[in-house]
């Protein structure tokens, strides 16, 4: 098994900005490669896997890194972490500094690591992005990792436009798991540039309007991206 991992930028203690466990004090390991590439990525300096903005660690040695920031919760992003299969060594290795282990991914490639995490976000990317998430390939996704008695899950949407919000629809009508699975619908953040906060808070203020209009989303959290609020696009916050 590999013990190396591309990793753009490890930081903390700070917030956990999306999600369920929003607000949550953590640290970040944002690992490098994407097998997506959406048009609006808001993470673009972590799509590569080689680049001046890469460093290679052991998955020992970023384990002790990040341990040595003192917090007990690690969320680890990218990205898409999903594509290294040094991720089982990774998780385990911050298992022994005693640190709870989060993974954020696009559920478009499995990897056993996920069966050692304590927490999966699943974010499948929708048509705004230029390479949606089969939604047949997400369900059988969803149904290989988030049964298992060791881990929880959520599924987070992130919405720019009305075709965005159709896909959330069609996700959470087709897929059974989710009765059992907390969905989160996220504001969009606008793609490469610099998020204004009251342009966010219109489109989050929209959003909550157009989700209460819908009877198939009573179960769902609408949820704006917090950390872009407080800090914009700025990296290692």
Known sequence: MPTTIPVVEYFGPTIQGEGIYTGQICAFIRTAGCDNNCVWCDTAFAQATSSDDVTIYAVNEIAY????????????????????????????????????VHVETQGTVTNQGFLRADHITMSPKP?????????????????????????????????FGPADFHYAKKFIKHIKALRHIPVVLQVG???????????????????IRNVAEEPEFRNVRVLPQLHTLVYGNERGV
């Open 189 to 207: 953040n606008p793609m490469l540039g610099t998020a204004e906060p009251k342009q966010l808070l219109d489109a989050y203020r929209t959003l």
């Open 65 to 100: 890194e990040v341990a040595q920031l003192d917090v007990p919760r690690v969320v680890v992003t990218g990205g898409n972490p999903a594509i290294h299969s040094s991720l089982y060594a990774l998780i385990n290795f911050l298992h022994t500094y005693g640190m709870t």
């Open 127 to 159: 048509p705004s992005s230029d390479n949606p998430l089969d939604i047949q390939k997400a369900d059988a996704w969803i149904n290989e990792y988030g049964t298992s008695s060791r881990q929880n899950m959520e599924v987070k949407i992130v919405i």
